[in-house]
């Protein structure tokens, strides 16, 4: 009953036996170059580098992608394990160089996360190569030995990853990509029905409206692991990521379309006839995303802009009748705009090169240059005081380099489990910290019990051999699904399997992991405490918080361009996609730590949303509004900054509030295209017919910002909490 019980947890714990396939190839793995170096060979060293070669590569490393993909990541990145394992044997004659080099090791390791997401899952498993080659004894004679354990173990790994009961194809992000584009595409056929025939759209719209937002809502960088996000410096993620943002630009003013849907029928409606063009559009460049599939066609989604643009209402002097129509034609040619700027990024994301005069020069400029341009570019935007990358990389570089200079003073035998101990313990807040604590302690303090009664009632190397596959297969799979605690006492007791057939030390050896790990983990937990404890919640407070700041400023910037009182709004644009990349770091890091349900007063995704539109939304005004294109019309400067003024008011407002962890306050109050008919009303007279469109258009993207602020919830005030607290990370 016991056993059967366990056996049940298990697998409610492991849906589809992920976790136990990885344990059994990991097994198979680590036991065959074990057995195969220690007692084929003969050799302590070969076995050791083997063996824990393969438990980095195979428990500590996250890799990305099917199968084929993580065992082309993990032979890849063997020159680089091999560099790491020669420094790190070069470097520990002295215990001051050794540290100096965990130093700068353990932060380029850590940092270089910030270029490409894949590494982040190997950074880990890269810090452990390091920590065990420098490591006493000094004896750089054995480097052969060492490497090629290292390489037996990775090749053998690798070829398990893919012949060995392989886990299932995971969902790319690329394939949530296509998935949003089908439903972003349903919801737009949907719309069109309903601007030109409402009663047969009746309860279609709605339907397709909420599963658009339901597959659109996992494009969030946030709601990906790092290993899936595409949050790398490099053409191909940065195309995603526009492809992304232009998609939910698209959705937002299909919502809006829908809400605007006329009270008669309009069938020969041009702007429905665009829609139709547009959701064809979308769904061929979201399947452009699937492998050695055709680029989509623009050319039919030019035609039915032209088409439209040539049918726009603006009748003599700006004709009063035609302004809901403009409303509505305005929407769908700014959709339009996305939904071209989505078909482009696309292309890019599938490998091909904007062309030479391609449309949206600015938006696809960085397309044009080299990888290590745009890893340069994209680390820089990193070395910033409130990156949380930084932080991360710098907290765990002084830890682990603390902990080597500890255990080499203290002359402890296993020193490398004092790192092991820090690099376990160690997060990204004080928090987590703390709650990583406990476990390690206990469970370590449990396997200690269990390894000395070991010890001291088996003596007989034999038998430690025969049950490794067994301790294997618990300490990464069984004690995986457990807990924390269970993990911990049955890696000790692997240790201690291990080290009784390589060097036998008997009952000192489970005293040796007790102090290790003891100080390890007291080492972790200082430096959780005195290095940015707060974690990623504070810094994306204040990322946010300027975030929205700059946004506001360019929504100001961009009316006084189309009025001709200021030079288009670039720099101010790039302001806010600089800063857009610390927010998006925080905010993926954000994420990973445990937060207090008590502060959970800000909805990030609404909040940062309402910066969201911005840009993209600024860039298609402004082609199809070149600036200066409302110049010389005082009524229309006044109506227009006045919107620009209260936007810009109510993003400074929200950057306030966020900052402190709070949920913003009044906002602008969204308008239909009714109320702005009314606004804009007084002002039609006899004016050029452009004029009035461009007006339109301009007085529409003010709106839709004022909804996406509107949209922001304001979350109730937790009983007996008088204060609101900031958001702790």
Do not use: K
Not at 238 to 258: F, G, K, N, P, T
Not at 477 to 482: K, N, S
Not at 527 to 554: C, E, F, I, K, Q
Not at 705 to 726: C, V, Y
């Amino acid at each position: 009953m016991p056993a059967t019980s366990l056996l049940g947890r298990l697998r409610r714990r492991d849906p589809g036996d992920a976790v136990l396939r990885r344990a059994a190839r990991l097994t198979l793995v680590a036991s065959v170059v074990f057995y195969a170096c220690r007692y084929g060979a003969g050799s302590s060293v070969l076995a050791t580098y083997g063996l824990f070669g393969t438990i980095a590569a195979g428990s500590f490393a996250q890799l990305p992608g099917p199968a084929p993909q993580r065992a082309r990541i993990l032979v890849t990145a063997l020159p680089a394990i091999w560099a790491l394992i020669a420094v790190g044997s070069l470097l520990a004659w002295s215990t001051w160089s050794a540290a100096g080099g965990m130093l700068v090791i353990g932060f380029v390791v850590a940092f270089a996360g910030v270029g490409n997401p894949r590494l982040v899952g190997l950074a880990s498993a890269f810090q452990l190569f390091y920590i065990l080659a420098s490591f006493p004894p000094y004896q750089p004679g054995t480097l052969p030995q060492r490497l090629g354990g290292v390489t037996l173990a990775i090749v053998l790994l690798a070829a398990a990853e893919v012949l060995l009961w392989p886990d299932p194809v995971p969902i790319s992000y690329r394939q949530l990509l296509t998935r949003a584009a089908d439903g972003v595409g349903a919801f737009l056929d949907a719309t069109a029905d309903a601007l030109t025939d409402p009663p047969a759209g009746h309860g279609g719209p709605g339907r397709r409206r909420a599963r658009a937002y339901d597959v659109v809502a996992p494009l969030g960088l946030g709601r990906n692991p790092p290993e899936r996000a595409p949050t790398a410096a490099g053409a191909q993620d940065r195309a995603l990521r526009i492809s992304a943002a232009a998609l939910r630009e698209v959705l937002a003013e299909a919502d809006r379309l829908a809400g605007d849907a006329p009270p008669e029928p309009i069938p020969d409606l041009a702007a429905a006839r665009l829609l139709r063009a547009c959701a064809d559009t979308t769904r061929a460049a979201g399947r452009n995303l699937a492998p050695g599939a055709p680029p989509a066609d623009l050319g039919s989604l030019d035609a039915a802009i032209r088409t439209a643009e040539a049918a726009y209402p603006v009748g003599r002097g700006g004709g009063t009748a035609d302004v809901p129509r403009m409303c509505r034609d305005a929407t769908a040619l700014a959709l339009a705009d996305q939904v071209r700027v989505f078909a482009v990024g696309v292309r890019v994301a599938a490998g091909a090169r904007p062309a030479v005069g391609d449309a949206y020069p600015t938006l696809f400029e960085y397309a044009r240059h080299s990888p290590w341009t745009l890893y340069w570019r994209q680390f820089r935007s990193h070395l910033a005081p409130r990156s949380a990358n930084l932080h991360s990389a710098l907290r765990l570089a002084v830890a682990l380099s603390v902990a080597r200079v500890g255990a080499g003073l203290l002359q402890l035998h296993h020193g490398f489990w004092v790192l092991l101990a820090t690099l376990t313990v160690l997060r990204t807040s004080a928090a987590d910290t703390r709650t990583a604590l406990r476990p390690a302690v206990l469970g370590t303090i449990a396997g200690v019990v269990v390894s000395g009664l070991l010890v001291f009632l088996v003596e007989e190397p034999i038998v430690y051999a025969v049950v490794l596959p067994v301790t294997l297969l618990l300490a990464f799979g069984v004690g995986r699904l457990l807990g924390p605690v269970w993990q911990q006492a049955l890696f000790t007791l692997l240790l201690t399997v291990v080290f009784s057939q390589l060097s036998p030390e008997g009952w000192r050896l489970a005293e040796a992991r007790l102090v290790d790990v003891g100080l390890g983990a007291l080492i972790g937990v200082l430096a959780g405490v005195a290095m940015w404890p707060r974690g990623a919640g504070h810094d994306l407070r204040h990322n946010a918080a300027r975030y929205l700041t700059a946004s506001g400023v360019a929504v100001q910037q961009t009316v006084e361009a189309v009025l001709g009182d200021a030079p288009p709004p670039e720099d101010d644009l790039d302001r806010v996609r600089r800063r857009m990349v610390l927010v998006d770091s925080s905010y993926c890091q954000y994420h990973s730590e445990r937060h207090d349900p008590r502060h959970g007063r800000v909805d990030w995704d609404a909040a940062l949303g309402a910066g969201q539109h911005v840009v993209p939304g600024a860039e298609s005004l402004l082609r199809r509004n070149p600036p200066g294109c409302l110049a010389g019309w005082p009524a229309a400067a006044v109506l227009l900054r006045d919107a620009a003024g209260h936007l810009r008011s109510a993003y400074d407002d929200l950057a306030g509030e966020v900052a402190h962890g709070r949920a913003a306050g009044p906002v602008p109050a969204p308008t239909d295209c009714v109320d702005e008919v009314d606004r804009i009303r007084p002002l039609l007279g006899a004016v050029d017919a452009s004029a009035v469109r461009h007006l339109v258009e301009v007085d529409r993207w003010l709106a839709g910002l004022a909804i996406s602020l509107a949209r922001i919830p304001s979350p109730p005030t937790p009983r007996g909490d008088s204060e609101p607290g900031p958001v702790r990370g």
